[in-house]
């Protein structure tokens, strides 16, 4: 007999990318939004494929994913962001996982990232696995303030069939993120206990940088490529430089 499965999506002013996601996942059981107080159309979108849809002061990454998760209600849950897509075979796979039985209680999927438009293959950004597909009272987000992740109680697998991230469509749209991100990466560095140093500033942006444009072979995917190493090391170069300040502050 086949299981059923809930699908959740967090999301703020998601206009532009909720639409394809939840097109994506309309043949679920199940679909949980939510929402951390989106002023555009947001909404509106989602209530065309849901009546489960929540709206709560974001609480984090982490926290407002577990939010979602505990808003579930069957065995299964795939836990999505907005500008994510399941592809067709991935349906067909998540499918044959429901009708069972199961190998696992938890399932890592690749994950096509895609840059200005275009699939980023090398660099570190493909397969990118990310554990998304898990039994509901197996699985939990680490509250973490960035780069959360699922922990599973049991056994894990994975698949080969992939997840797309359409993530940022423009260099304005990294920037963004990027400040965002260095600033609560700072914020969780300084709350373990990390102590910057000034050589930090020096060696580990390029580091980061040369590791993504030679080492993982970001060069193979052209000026994307080569753009996306200077910009994670400018990013690591920002998260350091945050940390300096709170550290020099003395705050948490």
Known sequence: MRERLSVTIVCVDAQEKIRACLESVA????????????????????????DHIYTDPWRGFGAHKNLALERA???WVLSLDADERVTPPLERRIRRILEGPAEADGYHIPRRNYFLGRWIRHGGWYPDYVLRLFRRDRGRFTERAVHEAVEVDGPTARLEEALE?????????YLMRMNRYSALAAGEMRRAGVTFRPWDLVW??????????????????GVHGLALAGLYGGYTFA????????QAKGGP
């Open 27 to 50: 043949w679920a059981d199940e679909i949980v939004v939510c929402d951390s107080g989106s002023c555009d159309e947001t909404l509106a979108i989602c209530a065309q494929y849901t």
């Open 165 to 173: 991230h359409h993530t940022y469509d423009s260099i304005a749209a």
């Open 73 to 75: 209600s069957h065995p």
């Open 239 to 246: 998260k350091y430089l945050k940390l300096w300040e709170l």
């Open 204 to 221: 580990r942006p390029p580091a980061t940088a040369l590791k993504m444009y030679l080492v993982r072979q970001g060069f193979r995917d």
